[in-house]
C-alpha cells in the first residue's frame, strides 16, 4: 500500500514542493507506507524515555503503538544519518519489499522535514546480546533445542538475503544485537539494509565497537572488501556465542581465553570442542550436535573467505542434510591478530589510503579499536564479487 498523507499547510514551502515532487516521481514504491511524524510521536508518547527500548550507532529506538494496533519499535536516526528523501525512499522501497520468517519486517517510514524514522514490527523478547548474552539479566532459559532452532533460524534468514534477494544484500553487521526473537523465541535478522541509509563518511561500525569489533571478517575491517563472506564469518562468530552463551570477546578472562574464536579453534585441534559448551545447561546437549555446529562455526570463520560456505550450505549443514566433510578446518582469521596489526599502525602513524580504511579506524592508546568501517564497505546492498 503506498500512501502519502501528507498536508503542507496553507503556505507550502519549497522545500516541501520539492519532496513533494520527489513523492511524486517514486510513485512505484509500493511497499512503503509512509507515517506522519505527529502519528510516530502519538504512538511513543513524545519519544517519552519510559518507551525509549534500546539505542544503537543509528539512533534511538522507541516502543510504540499505531492507530491501527500495531506495537512497533521506532529507531529515530540520529542527525548525521539523514540522506536526502529520494534515497532514503529508495533504499526503504527496497528494504520494505523484503518479507521473510527470519526477518524484522518493515512498516514503513516517516521522512517529514529533517526526520527520518524507520518504523519496525516490534518484538517482543529482545536481542540476543541483551538475553543469552545479557549476563544473567534475563530471565529466558535458552535450552539447547532453542540455541538450535536459533542457529537455523538466523542462517535461513541470511541466506534469504544472500541469495535469493535480488540484488543480493550484504548485512554488514551480523552480531547478537541485530538478531531480535519474538514471543516465541524465534529468531529475527534486524538492520538489514540499513547501511545504504546513511552518508558514505558516517563510520556506522564506529559507534559501537565493544559489541562490533569480534565478529568483524579481517578482509572487511583491515581492507573494507565486503562481500558476502563477511557475513558469513560474522554469523560463525555468532554461532559460537550461541552454543556457548559467551560474548566473543571477554577482557576480564586470562590471556588466551578472551577471544572466544582463538579458543574455539584451539580445543578444535586438541578434539575438545564440546568444552565450550555453554555450563549453564547442565549437561542437557548434544554433545555430537553441539561440535558440529562448532565445525560450522570454524569453517564459516576461515581466514581465506573462498574456503568459507555459502549460507545456502550453511544452511543444510546445520539442518543435517549436508555432510560437513572431512575436510580441513584451517585457521579462523583471528581479531587479536587484526589488533595487534592496528595498534603496531596507530604507533607508526602510518598514513592510509582512503580505499582501505579511513583515519578513524586506528586503535586509541589502550589498543581499543575505534573502526573499521571503511568508504567502499558503506554500501551494504551491492552485487558479491566474491564468487
Ligand atoms: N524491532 C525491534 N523490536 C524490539 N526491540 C528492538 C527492535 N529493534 C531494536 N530494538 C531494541 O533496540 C536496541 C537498539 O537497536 P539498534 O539496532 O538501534 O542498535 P544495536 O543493534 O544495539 O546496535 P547497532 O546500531 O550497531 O545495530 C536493540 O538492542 C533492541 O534491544
Ligand atoms: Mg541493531
Given amino acids: 500500500m503506498t500512501c502519502f498523507p501528507f498536508s503542507f499547510g496553507k503556505k507550502v514551502s519549497s522545500v516541501a514542493k520539492r519532496d513533494a515532487d520527489i513523492f511524486e516521481e517514486l510513485s512505484g514504491l509500493q511497499n512503503v507506507r509512509i507515517y506522519t511524524y505527529k502519528e510516530i510521536r502519538n504512538a511513543c508518547d513524545n519519544f517519552s524515555s519510559a518507551n525509549k527500548i534500546g539505542e544503537g550507532g543509528f539512533g534511538s529506538v522507541y516502543k510504540g503503538l499505531l492507530k491501527d494496533g500495531k506495537v512497533a519499535a521506532i529507531k529515530v536516526l540520529s542527525a548525521e544519518s539523514r540522506q536526502g528523501v529520494r534515497e532514503f525512499l529508495t533504499e526503504i522501497n527496497v528494504i520494505s519489499e523484503i518479507e521473510h520468517e527470519h526477518l524484522v519486517k518493515l512498516y514503513g517510514c516517516c521522512v517529514e522535514g529533517n526526520q527520518r524514522i524507520l518504523v519496525y514490527n516490534y518484538l517482543e523478547n529482545n536481542s540476543l546480546a541483551q538475553t543469552l548474552l545479557g549476563g544473567g539479566y534475563s530471565n529466558i532459559q535458552f535450552d539447547w533445542r532453542t540455541r538450535t532452532r536459533i542457529c537455523i533460524g538466523v542462517a535461513r534468514g541470511l541466506a534469504f538475503l544472500h541469495e535469493e534477494v535480488r540484488p543480493h544484500i550484504v548485512h554488514r553487521d551480523i552480531k547478537a544485537s541485530n538478531i531480535l526473537l519474538d514471543k516465541d523465541l524465534t529468531p529475527k535478522i534486524s538492520d538489514f539494509g540499513l547501511a545504504k541509509l546513511i552518508p558514505s563518511h558516517m563510520t556506522h561500525v564506529s559507534t559501537r565497537v565493544a559489541g562490533t569489533i569480534g565478529y568483524l571478517a579481517p578482509e572487511y575491517a583491515i581492507r573494507g572488501q565486503l562481500t558476502r563472506k563477511a557475513d558469513i564469518y560474522s554469523f560463525g562468530v555468532l554461532l559460537v556465542e550461541i552454543v556457548s552463551g559467551r560474548c566473543n570477546t571477554n577482557a576480564s578472562l586470562p590471556i588466551g581465553d578472551q577471544y572466544i574464536l582463538e579458543k574455539t579453534y584451539e580445543l578444535y585441534e586438541r578434539g575438545e570442542l564440546v568444552g565450550l559448551v555453554d555450563i ?24 581465506n573467505p573462498k574456503l568459507r560456505p555459502s549460507m545456502s550450505s550453511v544452511v543444510k549443514m546445520l539442518t543435517g542434510e549436508m555432510d560437513i566433510g572431512e575436510s580441513k578446518i ?40 575505534k573502526s573499521f568501517a571503511t568508504s567502499s564497505a558503506t554500501n551494504s546492498v551491492q552485487y558479491d564479487q566474491s564468487r
Fill in 280 to 303: 549453564s545447561l547442565n549437561g542437557f546437549f548434544d554433545a555430537e550436535e553441539a561440535c558440529k555446529i562448532l565445525k560450522i562455526a570454524l569453517l564459516c570463520t576461515q581466514d
Fill in 330 to 369: 584451517t585457521k579462523p582469521g583471528l581479531i587479536s591478530d587484526i589488533m595487534d596489526l592496528k595498534v603496531r599502525e596507530q604507533k607508526n602513524n602510518i598514513k592510509t589510503s582512503s580505499s582501505s580504511y579511513n583515519d578513524s579506524s586506528a586503535s586509541d592508546s589502550q589498543g581499543t579499536i
